[in-house]
């Protein structure tokens, strides 16, 4: 088959017809007909992205590489942040981002164990597990209906002498208060972590300047699993500008080490086998010194490769998000005797990751969610609702120790009692949108 090709020739031959394959066999549009599923979400991709993994197939440098380099730099670029550093998922992300912050370099900023991080209950675990793993405190305030974001009129009453930092989700896309947050974190000298892992594209305007969210943080998370903006299958993203935490980072997610050449790389700074460390001896491999005691947690090159094409289609994908959330509100605008409609945060432009309902008193959840899903729509709770009422807390519960919690979280039970959500991403089509408001409307007869 490839006799007379050189390598590139051949290459370029298997490439065309993955390519081909792709067009062919993945991408048919089939018609859309009633009762047929819509799930929440799902992978939207085409002949780029398969073509990308299988040239790095065929490199078969199956760590990180040349995609990730370019990945790492247009994703910071894409973002306006200076350092941006690939990981193999959100929740590695949310590790790494948390503790780069417990880092000695950082000094009496470190937060060490027993320190108090303010966050909220009502999300996903794994913004609030390294905090828990580590040994600090997390300090839960409720949040507000329908923004459904930290309620910043209680980060006063958090605030105690071992708060070091705030780490919340923009949920479901919609950020959080940006302002009164940082001016929070600014007042008290705090760390803030932004787990943006639902929001890639949502954009929050702060001092008259328009911002991507995650970058006005010390440091932003991303994941790239494929319910996400935009996908890898697994992945994830840690960023910042500042070059410190960027090395704490770096050092964590690559076993620890003090060294910072890349895999395949050694002695980029020339001074390999003389430095001296206290009880080293004189000389010892740099690339065997470790400053952390860290994990392994790079992504792969065939996903890095995937997610520059993905980025690529960022911008579209954002865009009929919004369209495809607009469209259910405007349709759904009189249904608000049965449900509450969500709203974004002020000076906030989400990129919607999906679309929130909150039954009032004259429907039940129990009732809705049965229904719309015996009618093939996908439905989503809030994920863990009350994490603190999860299994995970039922020892520290039972023990009354290891997390605070101010007030009376009244607002995340309710979400927890009686919210779900509906999926509003790129691939969906006008039928299915117009099917879900159909089925919902129906939902205040059952």
Not at 43 to 61: I, P
Not at 90 to 110: Q, V
Not at 250 to 257: C, L, M, P
Not at 306 to 327: N, S
Request: aromatic share 12%.
């Amino acid at each position: 088959m490839f006799d007379g090709m050189n390598e590139g020739q051949a290459r370029g031959q298997i490439l065309d017809m993955v390519k081909e394959y792709c067009d062919k066999y993945h991408n048919i549009q089939k018609p859309f007909k009633e009762g047929q599923y819509i799930p929440y979400a799902s992978r939207v991709y085409d002949r780029e992205e398969m073509a990308n993994l299988v040239d790095s197939a065929l490199e078969f440098w199956l760590t990180s590489g040349k995609y990730t380099d370019e990945f790492e730099k247009n994703f910071a670029d894409y973002l306006g942040v200076k350092y941006c550093a690939l990981v193999n998922s959100g929740s590695s992300a949310n590790l790494l981002a948390f503790m780069a912050l417990t880092s000695p370099l950082l000094g009496e900023r470190a937060i060490r164990r027993g320190d108090e991080v303010i966050t909220v209950a009502a999300g996903f675990p794994t913004t609030v597990a390294p905090v828990v793993q580590f040994g600090a405190v997390p300090v839960f305030i409720d949040v507000t209906i329908p923004q459904y974001n930290m309620d910043t009129a209680m980060l006063e009453k958090a605030l105690s002498p071992k708060t070091k930092a705030v780490m919340a989700a923009h949920t479901l896309g919609n950020p959080f208060d940006l302002t009164a947050v940082k001016e929070f974190c600014d007042r008290h000298d705090l760390w803030l972590i932004e787990d943006n892992c639902d929001a890639l594209g949502s954009v929050y305007t702060w001092n008259g300047k328009e911002y991507l969210t995650g970058t006005l943080g010390d440091i932003g998370t991303s994941s790239f699993y494929p319910p996400h903006h935009m996908t890898m299958g697994e992945g994830g993203a840690v960023y910042t500008n500042d070059p410190l935490l960027n090395k704490c980072v770096r050092s964590f997610r690559d076993w620890g080490r003090d060294c910072v050449c890349v895999s395949g790389q050694d002695n980029m700074c020339g001074h390999r086998f003389v430095r001296k460390y206290e009880q080293l001896p004189d000389g010892y491999d740099h690339k065997y010194v470790y400053s952390h005691f860290g994990y392994n947690l790079k992504a792969t090159d065939l996903q890095a490769a995937i997610g520059c094409a993905q980025l690529k289609k960022l911008p579209e994908f954002t865009a009929r998000r919004r369209e495809h959330f607009d469209f259910l509100k405007d349709n759904l605008r009189d249904m608000e005797e049965y449900f509450i409609l969500p709203e974004a945060c002020e000076n906030a432009r989400p990129s919607w990751f999906g679309f929130m309902l909150t039954c009032r008193d004259r429907i039940q959840r129990t009732e809705v969610v049965p229904y719309l899903e015996s009618r093939g729509i996908q439905t989503r709770m809030l994920f863990g609702g009350n994490l603190t009422r999860q299994p995970c807390f039922d020892l520290m519960r039972k023990k009354q120790e290891g997390y605070r919690i101010v007030g009376e979280l009244e607002n995340t039970d309710r979400i927890m009692r009686d919210t779900f959500w509906i999926g509003v991403y790129p691939g969906m089509t006008q039928e299915m949108l117009e099917v879900m408001v159909k089925e919902i409307r129906r939902c205040h007869t059952l």
